[in-house]
C-alpha cells in the first residue's frame, strides 16, 4: 500500500456521515483510523527495518559470497572465529576491538573535560555569548567528509599544523611523516578530531543544564557562609551529572558505531593502527570480492549491536540510580 | 564602558583560543579554495597571495559540482519531506488515536534507536538489489526516511500530546474527521517540532557518505560527500579542488544552521533528554 493510497482511505474512514452507531464499532472504526495513520510508517520499517535485520541475523549463521546461490549453514562458527579461533581473523578483530575500546574511552573522558569549562565560562560571560555559541558550534553542523578532508590538509607531511609546529619553535613535535602517516600519532590525532567533533553538543547541553540552575539558590548558599568549592561540590556538580552521563554515553555510543572518520581520513592505516570495529564489518561486508565473508561480517555486526545494547542497559541503570 | 575584571580577560581569553580551534579547519578550506594549483603545493601560509575564484568555478563547472549539488539537494529535500509526512501521520496516531497494539508498535519504533547503521547495512544493499532500487536516488531515500524513525516518532508523538485535549474534542464536535483536525489544527500547532525534525534530518543526510557510497555507481547520481571522496581519491588529486569542494558541500549547511539556530539547539537538546 502506498502512502497515498493509505491516506485517501484514512479520508474515506473519517469523513464518512456520522450515524448512530454502537459503542463498539465507533472503537473499531477510530482503531481503523489509527492503524491507516500509522501505515506508511509501519510499511516502511517491515521492509527496511524488520527484513534486514532478519536477514543480516540469519546471515550471521552461514557462510556466504554474496553470488553463490545458497548460504552454507555454519551455526556459531562465524562468531567462534572473530572472537577466538582463526588465527588471522581473531588477532584483527582484538586490535580492532582495543582501538575502539581505546577511542570510545579518550573520546567521551575529553569530550567533558573541553565541553563542561568550556560551557561554564560560556555562561559566565554576557557580550558575545550568542557569537561565541554559534562559532563552537560550527563542528557539529559540518561534520562529515568535507570536514575531515580540511583535516587531512592541514594534517599534511607540509601542512599548516606541522608548519606552526615548526614556526612556534616546537619542531620536536612535529611529524615529518604527516600526523596521520605516523603510526604514533595516527590514533591520538583522529581521537582528537573526534573530540573536536563532539564538544559542541557536550558544550550545548551543559550551557542549558548551568542556566537552569537558580542564581538565588548559589546566592543563599554563598550568604551562608559557602565558598566556591563547595558550592561547586553540593549545588553545581550534583545537577551536572546526569548531563555528564548523557555525554559520556553519547560519545561511547558515537564512537563504537561511527567509523566514517576512519573511512576517510586513514581506512584504517598505518598497518592497522587505526583500524576500528565499524571499520572492519564493512571492509568484511563490501571489500572481499568473491571470498564468502559476508556471514562474518553480519556476525561482526550483531556482536557490535550486543555491545550497543549493554551500554544501554547500562545507560537505563545509571539515569535510573540518579532518581 | 565597564572595565573588564581579570578573571573575564582570562575567560574571554580561554573562548577565544577555543573559537580558534573550532574554525581551525574552515578557515584552511576557505584558504585553500581561492588558491590556484601552483600556489596550493607552496603551503604554509593561509591568506592566499593570489586569490583566485577560479578554483571554485572550474570545480562548480567543469567537475560538475552543480550537477552533484542539485542531487544532493534533491535526496536531501525528498527525504526531509518524507520523514515529515510518514512520522507526523504516525505521530499523531500514537498521541490522539486509541487502537490495540499502539504501545506496543510505538516502542517497537523507538527500539530501533539500538540497531546500528553498520548492522543493516550489507542486508539492505541485498535487498535493494532484489527491488531493482539499487543506486537509484529512491534508494538512498526510504532508508534515510526509516532511518530517521525513532527520533521523529518520539519527538512528534511528544509534541502533538502536548497540545491541549480539549481542541481535539471541540474539532470533533464540529464534525471534523481525524484527517481534517490532524491537518487543520495539530500540524500548525506543531511547526516548531516540524521545523526541528526537519533539520536534523537535513544536516546527516546532506552529509551521508557510507550507504551512498556502496549504493551508487552511476556518476550522474552522485551526490556531494561521495563526489568529494571520488575528486580526492582521484589519479591526481590537488587540494585546491578538494578544499573548493568542501566549501561547496558545508556552505549551504553552514547557512541552514545559522538561519534555523534556534531549532537546532532546542531539538537536540530535546533528543538528547528522550
Known amino acids: 500500500m502506498t502512502a497515498t493510497e493509505t491516506t485517501t482511505l484514512a479520508a474515506r474512514l473519517v469523513t464518512r456521515p456520522r450515524r448512530p452507531t454502537s459503542a463498539r464499532r465507533v472503537r473499531a472504526r477510530r482503531a481503523l483510523v489509527g492503524y491507516a495513520f500509522i501505515a506508511p510508517a509501519v510499511v516502511l520499517f517491515l521492509v527496511l527495518g524488520l527484513y534486514t535485520i532478519a536477514y543480516s541475523f540469519g546471515l550471521s549463521f552461514a557462510k556466504w559470497n554474496g553470488f553463490s546461490p545458497t548460504w552454507e549453514w555454519v551455526g556459531l562458527d562465524n562468531y567462534r572465529d572473530i572472537l577466538f579461533a582463526d588465527p588471522r581473523l581473531a588477532p584483527e578483530m582484538r586490535n580492532a576491538a582495543v ?221 535510573r540510580g540518579q532518581r | 564602558m565597564r572595565r573588564l575584571s581579570a578573571g573575564a580577560v582570562v575567560a574571554y581569553a580561554a573562548l577565544a583560543v577555543y573559537a580558534v580551534v573550532s574554525l581551525y579547519p574552515f578557515a584552511w578550506m576557505v584558504s585553500g579554495a581561492f588558491k590556484d594549483r601552483l600556489e596550493i603545493l607552496e603551503g604554509g601560509h593561509l591568506i592566499p597571495r593570489r586569490p583566485t575564484l577560479a578554483t571554485l568555478a572550474d570545480t562548480w563547472s567543469r567537475l560538475h559540482f552543480f550537477d552533484y549539488f542539485l542531487n544532493s539537494l534533491k535526496v536531501t529535500g525528498l527525504t526531509v519531506l518524507g520523514v515529515l509526512v510518514v512520522y507526523s501521520l504516525a505521530g499523531y496516531a500514537f498521541a490522539m488515536v486509541d487502537f490495540p497494539g499502539r504501545r506496543f508498535v510505538f516502542w517497537f519504533f523507538v527500539a530501533l534507536l539500538f540497531v546500528p547503521s553498520i548492522t543493516v547495512l550489507l542486508p539492505l544493499t541485498i535487498l535493494e538489489n532484489k527491488l531493482n532500487i539499487l543506486g537509484t536516488h529512491t534508494g538512498l531515500i526510504l532508508p534515510f526516511v526509516n532511518g530517521t524513525a525513532p527520533l521523529a516518532v518520539l519527538m512528534l508523538t511528544a509534541a502533538f500530546r502536548a497540545v491541549p485535549h480539549d481542541l481535539h474534542d471541540a474539532a470533533t464536535a464540529d464534525g471534523a474527521g481525524e484527517l481534517r483536525i490532524f491537518w487543520r489544527v495539530y500540524l500548525p500547532l506543531a511547526r516548531p517540532t516540524l521545523i526541528t525534525i526537519g533539520v536534523l534530518t537535513a544536516v546527516p543526510t546532506w552529509n551521508e557518505y557510507v550507504l551512498t557510497r556502496v549504493s551508487l555507481n552511476d556518476e550522474s547520481r552522485y551526490t556531494l560527500p561521495l563526489a568529494l571522496e571520488r575528486l580526492a581519491s582521484g589519479t591526481v588529486p590537488s587540494y585546491n579542488e578538494i578544499m573548493a569542494g568542501s566549501l561547496i558541500l558545508v556552505v549551504p549547511v553552514i547557512v541552514l544552521f545559522l538561519a534555523l539556530q534556534r531549532y537546532f539547539v532546542n531539538g537536540l537538546s530535546g533528543a538528547v533528554k528522550n
Not at chain 1, 569549562?117 to 555569548?129: E, H, V
Not at chain 1, 568484511?284 to 556482536?303: E, K
Open chain 1, 99 to 319: 582501538n575502539t575500546g581505546i577511542a570510545m574511552v579518550a573520546v567521551s573522558c575529553g569530550t567533558v573535560l573541553i565541553a563542561l569549562p568550556l560551557a561554564s565560562l560560556l555562561n559566565g560571560i554576557t557580550r558575545l555569548r550568542g557569537t561565541l555559541r554559534s562559532i563552537f558550534f560550527l563542528p557539529y553542523v559540518t561534520a562529515g567528509v568535507a570536514v575531515y578532508y580540511a583535516w587531512r590538509y592541514v594534517l599534511e607531511p607540509d601542512g599548516a599544523v606541522n608548519l606552526a609546529l615548526r614556526a612556534l619553535g616546537l619542531g620536536s613535535l612535529a611529524r615529518p611523516q604527516g600526523f596521520l602517516a605516523d603510526p604514533a600519532t595516527a590514533l591520538p590525532t583522529l581521537i582528537v578530531i573526534m573530540i573536536w567533533g563532539s564538544v559542541p553538543v557536550a558544550m550545548l547541553l551543559y550551557l542549558a543544564g548551568l542556566q537552569a540552575i537558580d542564581p538565588a539558590v548559589l546566592e543563599a548558599a554563598a550568604l551562608d557562609g559557602a565558598g566556591s568549592v563547595r558550592r561547586l561540590r553540593h549545588i553545581t556538580w550534583p545537577l551536572l551529572v546526569p548531563i555528564t552521563v548523557a555525554v559520556v554515553l553519547l560519545g561511547l555510543r558515537d564512537t563504537m558505531q561511527g567509523f566514517q572518520i576512519f573511512l576517510i581520513m586513514t581506512n584504517g592505516g598505518p598497518a592497522g593502527h587505526t583500524d576500528v570495529l565499524g571499520l572492519k564489518a564493512y571492509q568484511q561486508a563490501f571489500f572481499q570480492s568473491l571470498s564468502p565473508t559476508l556471514g562474518v561480517a553480519s556476525a561482526l555486526g550483531w556482536l557490535i549491536f550486543v555491545a550497543a545494547l549493554l551500554l544501554a542497559v547500562v545507560n537505563a541503570r545509571l539515569l
